[in-house]
């Protein structure tokens, strides 16, 4: 009986004009969505392998180790054509300096700024505000239609019990909403396999199959809250009311609250006092590089010795200097180095209290309260599982620190920082046989490029709690309007 209830309200739905238009308007949605993000993704990745090049191109370059620029380059996430998560709110590169550690990282790769302007128009976000007016559409006169039209009556006179028609109500507005959201990542598929710029594999399908199942509890919930809706009201017109006043709340105003009630994680207190103590750290800084200039350079130019001054990062080396002017700048730059090295670790280990800390925890209670949404619950899994979530940041920083590390090793082996190739170039016509003595040349061969490893932890380890709640919750609206069946029939 109940199978012959689920087809009969599958045909009703498809029958329905709002339905089919709906059903038409996100599978366009999601095509021409997913084309567009296709392109941004193939100019982002092009963008970073001409990065990448260029950075290797520079290293090479170099002929004095002050000079040395690298950078660590974060690549775009495929996934970000389903859910752009925070890919648009934060850097994807950081460039190494002996005597900075930067705690943000920058913007390398461009963002089409048209595209920008609707960065929040992903898949993810379509299939959040649409498929929950879906859900709606599907369920919220699905019992107080059938009252108004006295076909309620009917049906009950036969050998159908409350319970399974409104279970096969049910069902059919949720194999309904699994068919549209199949078909969506059915066709996202296709045209990602079939794109040439797109490498593909298989975790991404593993991917699209815990997303679809995601989707469908959250359309599930939606078809659920709108049968509660159907059953209580007395017209289709007073559901209608109610469902746009529930959908308005949970999509529009709760997210707002919950946005307002995370605010900061660091009292504005505390931040001044950080402030404060970095500005400290800056002055003496300063001090120490003017005494540092004062005791080994200043000496040589007031007695008229010194050539020329340059290297550094981002400035021109030192060509011609006299034997006087290498040795006061090898001193400066020995002692700038220990100054520097220690005002790099100092101001990194505030600036982590002042800015990283604060957000690092920020993320975990917008975690935490996104429970209380399933809007905000919805993207908050959909940006783990597509990779495209702070965690994914936050690895990156973790990444360049271990990065950092390795480049300060190498200069260390090479004994960099009390070398005269430290801000001279070796040229022959300077130095007799400089090419062919490899003490008297750079070498940066061995030096270690950054090579991003993907942060992908288990999908479904990630989200399990998030999907527990789902199922809680759907069990226990369904056990209520099975409830409210027996009672407002």
């Known amino acids: 009986m109940i199978t012959t209830l689920i087809k009969k309200e599958l045909i009703d739905h498809f029958l329905e004009g709002k339905i089919q238009i709906l059903c038409f308007t996100i599978i366009v949605l999601v095509f021409v969505t997913t084309l567009i993000n296709m392109n941004e993704y193939k100019k982002q990745n092009e963008n970073y392998q001409n990065q990448v090049n260029q950075n290797l191109k520079k290293i090479k370059e170099n002929k004095v180790f002050a000079t040395i620029e690298l950078k ?6 495929i996934r970000s054509i389903i859910c752009r998560g925070i890919e648009n709110k934060v850097g994807n590169e950081f460039i190494y300096n002996f005597n900075d550690i930067p705690i943000k990282a920058k913007k390398s790769i461009n963002i089409n700024q048209y595209t920008l302007g609707f960065h929040s128009l992903d898949i993810s976000t379509i299939f959040i505000w649409i498929i929950s007016l879906f859900g709606f559409l599907l369920s919220y006169d699905c019992v107080s239609k059938e009252k108004e039209e006295g076909t309620l009556r009917l049906l009950l006179t036969s050998n159908a019990s409350r319970a399974s028609i409104l279970i096969s109500k049910i069902i059919s507005s949720i194999i309904v909403v699994s068919i549209i959201i199949f078909a969506s990542f059915f066709s996202i598929t296709i045209l990602l396999i079939t794109s040439p710029s797109i ?7 593993e991917d699209f ?8 509890l959250y359309g599930t919930f939606w078809v659920l809250i709108g049968t509660t809706l159907s059953i209580i009201s007395v017209s289709s017109a007073t559901s209608l009311i109610g469902a746009m006043a529930v959908w308005i709340f949970l999509l529009i105003i709760l997210p707002g609250i919950l946005t307002l009630c995370i605010g900061d994680t660091m009292l504005l207190e505390d931040k001044r006092e950080i402030s404060k103590t970095i500005t400290t750290l800056d002055e003496s800084f300063h001090n120490s590089e ?10 040589i130019i007031n007695a008229h010795q010194f050539v020329t001054m340059g290297g550094g990062t981002g400035s021109p080396p030192v060509w011609f200097p006299n034997e006087k002017t290498k040795e006061a700048m090898l001193q400066y730059f020995i002692g700038q180095k220990l100054v520097r090295d220690d ?35 919805t993207e908050i899994i959909t940006q783990k599982v597509c990779k495209t979530s702070y965690d994914n940041y936050f690895n990156f920083i973790d990444q360049f620190l271990l990065y950092r590390n390795l480049v300060n090793e190498f200069l260390y082996s090479k004994n960099a920082y009390n070398s005269y190739l430290w801000f ?11 090419r062919s003595d490899p003490k008297l040349n750079i070498d940066l061969d061995n030096i270690p490029v950054f090579q ?6 288990n999908a479904l380890k990630a989200i399990a709690l998030p999907i527990v709640l789902y ?7 369904t056990v209520v309007n099975i409830y409210l069946s027996k009672k407002m029939f």
């Open 72 to 77: 660590a380059l974060r690549p775009p996430e």
């Open 199 to 205: 490498d593909f594999d298989v975790s991404i399908i």
């Open 209 to 216: 199959t815990i997303l679809m199942f995601v989707f469908i």
């Open 290 to 299: 003017n005494n540092l200039f004062d005791r080994n350079i200043q000496p």
């Open 343 to 377: 005002y790099a670790k100092n101001k990194f280990r505030l600036e982590e209290k002042k800015y990283l800390l604060p957000l690092k925890n920020k993320n975990k209670l917008s975690t935490t309260i996104s429970m209380l949404s399933p809007m905000n619950m």
């Open 424 to 434: 001279t170039p070796n040229v022959d016509r300077f130095y007799e046989n400089a």
């Open 452 to 457: 991003y490893n993907k942060y992908y932890t």
């Open 471 to 477: 199922l809680f919750f759907c069990l226990a609206i």
